[in-house]
């Protein structure tokens, strides 16, 4: 069972660049590493996702050193509208997937 | 569209009482979940179904009992409801066994026990 760990809460101003890490020291070779968006009162919403080195879509890029052991998500010049929780979660093919969520981080953007 | 659609969004009752929340899917996946979210914000798992077959049956209380008619529902359903039961109850679902693909999640169904 990975589990994780990450910062309970982060500030940043509006056009910063964010990374927040996710701890998981005990990540099986199976596991992949993907990061959740949640908003108040909504479900969560998926960034992005990878299994090792780094990955990057129109909205993130995730950085994972070799050994696996943490993840960095990095959100370049956020906004006001990126104020919400993220969630570190590592998956596994195997029979014992877990699907364990991290605590989250609560980022918020401000002027 | 709504991909995944939860009902009822909001829920409030009594100690004691039996509830259902349902879950429909329209994205074709074969994997559905249901998570709970309680008052911290912690984002746990409780069941997963695949093809109307549960694969995932986290430590939850045997109160708590899905049921998947088929591969685009899963609906669950809670006994003998307890103070410690008010939380929100996501339903997600996904292409990919066991949550290597993306997960979707509906809108959350907020369940308050008095």
């Known amino acids: 069972l990975a589990k994780t760990t990450q910062p309970i809460s982060m500030d940043s101003y509006e056009g910063q660049e964010v990374n927040i890490t996710c701890s998981h020291n005990?990540?099986?070779?199976?596991?992949?590493i993907t990061w959740y968006q949640q908003f108040p009162s909504q479900g969560p919403r998926f960034i992005i996702q990878?299994?090792?080195t780094k990955v990057t879509n129109e909205v993130a890029s995730l950085f994972i050193p070799a050994d696996r052991k943490s993840s960095t998500l990095s959100l370049p010049r956020v906004s006001l509208s990126d104020t919400a929780v993220y969630y570190c979660?590592?998956?596994?093919?195997?029979?014992?997937?877990?699907?364990?969520f991290g605590t989250g981080t609560r980022l918020q953007v401000t002027l | 569209d709504t991909a995944v659609s939860q009902t009822p969004k909001y829920l409030v009752t009594q100690m004691g009482n039996d509830k259902s929340i349902k879950c429909e899917q329209n994205?074709?996946?074969?994997?559905m979940y249901w998570y709970k979210q309680d008052s911290k914000k912690f984002l746990k798992i409780m069941f997963s179904?695949?093809?109307?077959?549960?694969?995932i049956n986290e430590t939850v209380p045997n109160r708590f009992s899905p049921k998947s008619p088929d591969k685009a529902h899963l609906n669950l359903h809670i006994n003998s409801l307890e103070l410690g039961d008010s939380a929100v109850y996501f339903c997600?679902?996904?292409?990919?066994?066991?949550?290597?693909?993306?997960?979707?999640f509906g809108e959350g169904s907020r369940l308050t026990v008095l």
């Open positions: 997600a679902s996904s292409q990919v066994e066991r949550g290597l693909g993306e997960l979707f």
């Open positions: 005990n990540i099986a070779t199976n596991d992949y």
């Open positions: 990878g299994y090792k």
């Open positions: 979660l590592v998956a596994s093919t195997g029979t014992a997937s877990k699907l364990t």
């Open positions: 994205l074709g996946h074969d994997t």
């Open positions: 179904y695949n093809n109307k077959e549960l694969i």
